[in-house]
């Protein structure tokens, strides 16, 4: 079992919870967060994904307010976090773009190989495949088309932590009433169109910064397919 792991949400929570201790403590509990991991899973090998810097993210060339709402300063021995990432556990800079986009590539890279994506982000839900939250302790697997309803219900909600608006007064029992339904990656968008009402300039560019890349270098546009098969 290969793990695909989530590195900035594991280094950022570690060094989040020991603002009042010092640094070798937050080195101490991302160690441990992620050899419980591992072990939880059943692992016999490890990616650990981070995100490339801000200004090499292709999503701020799509969207330059993207994310432009988070101004809380970042945990104070989160460099001590990474630096230790990288120099013990083999970390990987996802070159270009985040985190979630090497795992999503990752994943979906070969369908023989074993793989589980190891993180507590929603939107990685987006993807096919095994999924663990390492936090709930819970494991999901995601079919195609559930992974497809779900990246067209969060560009119906849009995403505030990423600064992202989707329609206004779509929360998720309502867009879950919208994709459900539905069975086509066509008819998806075209519900998406619908109640964008007229604003496809915007929808476009929501869909494309909330998207996870399954494939190198991936630059989503709207589907011509019918169903999607599973």
């Known amino acids: 079992m290969l793990a695909l792991l989530d590195a900035d949400i594991f280094s950022y929570r570690c060094a989040a919870s020991a603002e009042k201790d010092s640094a070798e403590v937050a080195i101490w509990r991302f160690r441990d967060s992620v050899e419980m991991c591992l072990a939880a899973v059943g692992a016999t ?87 663990f939250n390492f936090v709930k302790n819970e494991y999901q697997e995601v079919t195609l088309l559930e992974g497809t309803k779900h990246f067209y219900k969060q560009t119906l909600i849009g995403d505030r932590a990423d600064n992202i608006f989707g329609v206004k007064g779509i929360g998720p029992v309502k867009a879950s009433g919208y994709i459900d339904c539905l069975s086509s990656d066509l008819d998806m968008w075209n519900r998406c169109v619908e109640l964008y009402c007229g604003e496809a300039d915007r929808l476009l560019m929501n869909a494309k910064v909330l998207y996870i890349r399954k494939l190198e270098n991936e630059d989503w546009s709207p589907p011509r397919d019918a169903e999607i098969q599973d």
């Not at 701020?60 to 307010?65: A, G, K, R, S, T």
């Not at 993207?66 to 104070?76: D, E, M």
């Not at 999503?104 to 999924?131: A, M």
Request: charged share 30%.
């Open 45 to 131: 090998e490890y990616q650990m994904w981070f995100s490339d810097k801000s200004e090499n993210n292709y999503r701020y060339n799509l969207y330059p307010e993207y994310k432009a709402n988070r101004t809380q300063p970042p945990p104070k021995y989160l460099p001590d976090v990474r630096e230790y990432a990288y120099a013990e556990w083999m970390g990987i800079t996802a070159i270009g773009q985040e985190a979630d986009d090497a795992l999503g590539i990752e994943q979906c890279r070969d369908p023989n190989r074993d793989t589980i994506i190891c993180s507590i982000d929603k939107d990685l839900l987006q993807i096919p495949g095994k999924h």
